[in-house]
C-alpha cells in the first residue's frame, strides 16, 4: 500500500529545492559577448608567460636534462 | 491543491526563469565570439621525468605551491612526496588505508592530506620536530568515501565524498565547520578559486555547483552533462569552471554568464574523461582519459592541438605546476610523469 500523503520529510526538501531556486533564479548574468571577450583577453594578455603554449627553450628548462659534451 | 503539487510548480516554473534569464544574455556564443582568433599550433611536450616508485595503480596527484614538489597517492598504500627535478622521494608516507582516492598539499607546504573508502580525511605533518611524518588529525563525518580534498590554508581543508556532500573542516580542532549539501549523487571532485572565496564541485547528478564558503550557501548550479562529472577546475581568472566527464566531454561554464560556452568533443574519444588542468594562461587545456591518453585542447576553439601519449593504463590524475612550467601525469600504471 502506498501512502498518497508525503511525509513531512518530502515537503521539507521540496521547500528548500525551492528556495535553492530562488537565489539561483536572482543572480545578476552578463552578456555571453563579455564574458567570451574577457576570456579572449585573460588569454591574450598573459600567452607570453604561458610556457606550456610558447614552448621553453632548453637551456631555461629546469626538467630537461643536461647532455653531457663529448669533445671529440 | 496538495502543498507537495505547489511546490513542484514552483520549483518548475523557477526553472523555467533560469532558463529564459539564461537565453536572455546569450547575444552570441564563444565559438562565434572566436571565430577571427588563429587556432593554438600543435602543442608537443615530451616526458621530462618519469616518477617510478609506487607499486600500484596512482589515483591522485597535487603539486605544491612551490612548483617543484608535488605529492601521489596509490592504493599500494603509500603518499608520496617527490622533488620533480630530481626524481627523488622526499617523503614515503605508509597509510592506515590502501584505499585512497585523493590526495593535496597545503598551500605553505607543511602538510598533506589524503582519503578514500575509509570515508576520513587524513592531515599528515611534513614539519613535524623529529623529521618523522605522523598523521595530525583524521577527520571523520562524512558516510561515503572521500573524493577529493583541498586545503584553504593549514587550519582548513574542504572535502568531496560519495555521501553527495563537502565539507570545511577546522583542522585545528578535527571538526565539520560547514556541510555544503545539494547535489543528488556522489560528489567526485572540487576545486577551490583563486581567491579562496568560491568553490566549485562535480557530481554524479551530472551537474556542477558554485559554492560560497563563507556565506555556505549554493550559487549556482550547471547542467548539460550526460553522465558523471569526474573532473573540475577553474579557468585561472576564476570567472570560468570547466569540468570533464564519464560522457567523454569537458565543458567550459562561464560564471558571471551563468551558462556553458562550450563543450570540448571529438567524435573520435567515446571514452570517459578522468581529470583536467588548465595552462597557466587558461588558453589550453589538458585532459586525462580512460583510454590511457591526456588531449590537450585550444580551450577558446574547443579543438585538439596535442596529444600526450606515454602511459600503459588509465590516466587517473593529472596537474599544472603554478608556474605553469611543467604538467604532471599519474596513471594506474604506477607511474607519473612531468611533460614541457
Given at each position: 500500500m502506498s501512502s498518497t500523503m508525503p511525509s513531512s520529510n518530502n515537503i521539507a526538501q521540496a521547500r528548500r529545492t525551492v528556495q535553492q531556486l530562488m537565489i539561483e533564479a536572482s543572480i545578476e548574468r552578463i552578456k555571453v559577448s563579455k564574458a567570451s571577450a574577457d576570456l579572449m583577453h585573460y588569454c591574450g594578455e598573459h600567452a607570453k608567460y604561458d610556457p606550456l603554449l610558447m614552448g621553453i627553450p632548453a637551456s631555461e628548462n629546469p626538467f630537461k636534462d643536461k647532455k653531457p659534451c663529448a669533445i671529440l | 491543491m496538495g502543498e507537495m503539487e505547489e511546490l513542484r510548480k514552483e520549483a518548475d516554473n523557477l526553472k523555467d526563469q533560469i532558463t529564459e534569464a539564461r537565453k536572455v544574455v546569450q547575444d552570441t556564443t564563444l565559438q562565434e565570439a572566436v571565430a577571427g582568433t588563429t587556432l593554438v599550433g600543435r602543442v608537443q611536450l615530451k616526458t621530462r621525468k618519469t616518477l617510478r616508485g609506487h607499486l600500484a595503480k596512482i589515483y591522485a596527484m597535487h603539486w605544491g605551491t612551490d612548483t617543484k614538489l608535488c605529492v601521489s597517492a596509490s592504493q599500494d598504500g603509500k603518499l608520496i612526496v617527490w622533488?620533480?627535478?630530481?626524481?627523488?622521494?622526499?617523503n614515503a608516507i605508509p597509510l592506515k588505508s590502501s584505499w585512497v582516492m585523493t590526495c593535496a598539499y597545503a598551500p605553505s607546504g607543511n602538510m598533506v592530506a589524503c582519503g578514500g573508502l575509509d570515508n576520513m580525511c587524513s592531515i599528515y605533518n611534513l614539519k613535524g620536530k623529529d623529521g618523522n611524518v605522523k598523521v595530525m588529525r583524521e577527520l571523520a563525518a562524512?558516510?561515503?568515501?572521500?573524493?577529493c580534498c583541498r586545503f584553504l590554508s593549514d587550519s582548513e581543508i574542504i572535502t568531496s565524498s560519495g555521501d553527495c556532500t563537502c565539507i570545511l573542516w577546522d583542522i585545528e580542532t578535527g571538526t565539520e565547520k560547514t556541510i555544503f549539501a545539494g547535489h543528488l549523487g556522489d560528489c567526485m571532485s572540487l576545486a577551490v578559486s583563486p581567491d579562496f572565496k568560491m568553490f566549485i564541485s562535480g557530481a554524479c547528478d551530472f551537474t556542477a555547483k558554485l559554492w560560497d564558503i563563507r556565506e555556505a550557501t549554493c550559487r549556482q548550479t550547471f547542467s548539460g552533462h550526460e553522465?558523471?562529472?569526474?573532473a573540475i577546475g577553474f579557468f585561472p581568472n576564476g570567472n570560468a569552471v570547466i569540468t570533464g566527464s564519464d560522457d567523454a566531454t569537458c565543458k567550459l561554464y562561464d560564471l558571471r554568464a551563468?551558462?556553458?560556452?562550450i563543450t570540448y568533443q571529438d567524435s573520435g574519444i567515446m571514452c570517459g574523461v578522468t581529470s583536467l588542468a588548465p595552462s597557466l594562461s587558461g588558453r589550453l587545456l589538458l585532459a586525462g582519459y580512460d583510454d590511457f591518453n591526456v588531449n590537450i585542447w585550444d580551450?577558446?576553439?574547443?579543438?585538439?592541438?596535442?596529444v600526450l601519449a606515454g602511459h600503459d593504463n588509465r590516466v587517473s590524475c593529472i596537474g599544472v605546476s603554478s608556474d605553469g612550467m611543467a604538467c604532471c601525469t599519474g596513471s594506474w600504471d604506477s607511474f607519473l610523469k612531468i611533460w614541457n
Open positions: - | 622533488d620533480t627535478l630530481t626524481t627523488n622521494k622526499v562524512h558516510t561515503g568515501y572521500l573524493s553522465s558523471d562529472i569526474n551563468d551558462q556553458e560556452l580551450m577558446l576553439k574547443a579543438e585538439r592541438v596535442g
